[in-house]
């Protein structure tokens, strides 16, 4: 890359952080220090404005530049994604938003614990958001150094190393100081960049091909090589079966996945009433709805204007399609446009990385400190000696994906974001459903669904040939591959769900049907909501 794409894009880069810091600042100073500030906000956020930053949590690097760079070099099996992840949603809008919102108060373990022996619950609930915010956070860490250090221009392990640790010092700084209203707002800025950048990319692509799908669909089949079925199902997942049921497992875990992430159930505590929560997830439908509607026309568009090759030989995966359609749609490599389009492209591909990284930093603190140490340490712990608790958590979590982001630098990190999705669906949506809508179920079936689905979530990703047995292992010299898909959540998913159903059955606590009744009443109509 160029010094003026460098120089630029550093410009763009530091004068992101310089409004995020800004921001941080301002609500340090005007924050109270209570557990509902730091956690939620103080609940006073729009459902607009909750929609925006539910965009900004949910919009990940992975989906601007991952999913484009799929459509690009596989076609219509790329678009499989965005059914995934967009379908995601109407899961969460139908049978989580409302309810979790009257029922909770800052995590999902608040909502299993309403019913239940709240220590066991806790800490099986806690454990498991953990888990899951780690592995989608250490992608992300690990996604901000090459990524960035690629668009920079520096691929040394030196730039790749430094780029990690000041996306983590920076996403500790925004959580620790300025806690969820900092983040929210942090989210917001970059969810309107981001669709502005994809909104303005988009018409570019459609003036040069004078407003023609069909005729973009044509060129990007036509250059990609394979002809018709570039625009036909099968060219990445059409082999044989494991293939087909690798696919099945990582639609599943996207599509039932997202309902389980803490990140996003956190945001349904941010707005005052249980309405306003259903009516963000509406405002996040259509803004997620339009972004990958969007993303689509980009990926055919690198795959016309750049060609598959191109994208291909500057990123395996595809990472650089969205860079390098910027740079051929602003007029070139040396152009002024080509230029400025890319170091744009760079720079909200950099707020999108530190945006995503703070919710789910955020998300993990807060379970540290509202569930295991509230339930570990002392039964009722102070707010504000919970909220301390939290903002230490958010330094400790932020050493831990750093040290991991470092570690993991040079391996294939893209699984860990399946990988959050499938332990989410396997661990989190069972005992959320099953305490929602089952009236028998128990503290020994809440505890078994979460360690039921975790466990051999996490078991079967070690067993499978994400991790070792072909070249593109993580430890490609060793070999104890002893399960065929890449993607546990087929296996884990149903496996959550039994264990949940098993550990109910088999209990000699009798179920609470006072209590079940109350949380239904209190789910459905918000009366006692906080």
Not at 287 to 293: D, H, V
Request: charged share 10%; net charge positive; proline share 3%.
């Amino acid at each position: 890359m160029s010094g003026n794409h460098q120089t630029l894009a550093l410009l763009l880069f530091s004068v992101f952080v310089a409004v995020t810091l800004a921001i941080t600042t301002w609500v340090s100073r005007n924050r109270h220090g209570s557990a509902e500030e730091f956690y939620a906000g103080g609940r006073l956020f729009s459902p607009l404005e909750n929609g925006f930053a539910i965009s900004g949590d949910y919009m990940s690097a992975a989906s601007f530049l991952g999913v484009t760079g799929l459509i690009s070099l596989y076609g219509y099996d790329g678009l499989l994604y965005v059914v995934g992840f967009l379908v995601a949603w109407l899961v969460v809008l139908f049978l989580a938003a409302e309810l979790v919102r009257n029922c909770g108060r800052f995590t999902l373990a608040d909502v299993v614990a309403a019913r239940m022996s709240e220590r066991p619950v806790r800490i099986a609930a806690g454990t498991s958001s953990v888990t899951v915010s780690v592995l989608y956070l250490v992608a992300q860490m690990v996604g901000a150094g090459s990524l960035v250090a690629l668009l920079l221009g520096g691929t040394s392990e030196a730039a790749r190393n430094w780029t990690v640790i000041g996306v983590g010092a920076l996403m500790v700084i925004y959580v620790s100081l300025g806690g969820m209203r900092a983040t929210t707002w942090i989210q917001i800025v970059k969810a309107v960049l981001l669709l502005g950048g994809a909104m303005t990319l988009t018409a570019l692509v459609l003036v040069r091909f004078h407003g023609d799908i069909n005729e973009l669909l044509r060129s990007a089949a036509q250059r990609s090589g394979h002809g018709r079925a570039f625009l036909a199902p099968g060219l990445k997942y059409g082999g044989d079966w494991t293939a087909r049921f690798d696919f099945m497992s990582l639609g599943l875990a996207l599509v039932l996945g997202t309902a389980g992430l803490p990140h996003i159930l956190s945001r349904f505590y941010t707005v005052p009433t249980a309405r306003a929560a259903r009516r963000s997830v509406v405002w996040s439908i259509g803004l997620i709805g339009g972004f990958y509607l969007m993303t689509i026309v980009l990926g055919f568009g690198a795959a016309a204007i750049v060609g598959p090759e191109a994208v291909r030989g500057s990123n395996a995966a595809g990472n650089t399609a969205v860079p390098l359609l910027a740079l051929d749609l602003g007029g070139g490599a040396n152009s002024t446009g080509g230029t400025v389009l890319f170091a744009v492209v760079a720079a909200i591909a950099f707020a999108t990385i530190l945006a995503v990284v703070a919710g789910i930093t955020l998300a993990s603190s807060a379970s540290v400190a509202h569930d295991l140490y509230a339930s570990l340490r002392r039964r009722h712990a102070k707010p504000h000696s919970e909220v301390a608790v939290a903002r230490a958590a958010a330094v400790g979590i932020g050493v831990v994906a750093i040290a991991l982001g470092l570690l993991a630098r040079d391996l294939n990190v893209a699984f860990l974001v399946g990988l959050a999705f499938a332990v989410a669906a396997s661990a989190n949506l069972p005992v959320l459903l099953y305490s929602l809508f089952w009236r028998s179920f128990t503290t020994r079936g809440a505890v078994w669904a979460v360690y039921g689905g975790l466990a051999p979530a996490l078991v079967l990703v070690l067993l499978s040939p994400v991790v070792s047995g072909s070249p593109e292992s993580l430890f490609p010299g060793v070999d104890f591959q002893y399960f065929p898909l890449q993607n546990p959540g087929l296996v884990s998913i149903p496996l959550g769900f039994l264990a949940g159903w098993l550990g109910t059955v088999t209990s000699a606590e009798p179920p609470d049907e006072a209590k079940h009744a109350e949380l239904e009443v209190r789910a459905l109509t918000g009366a006692g909501a906080v």
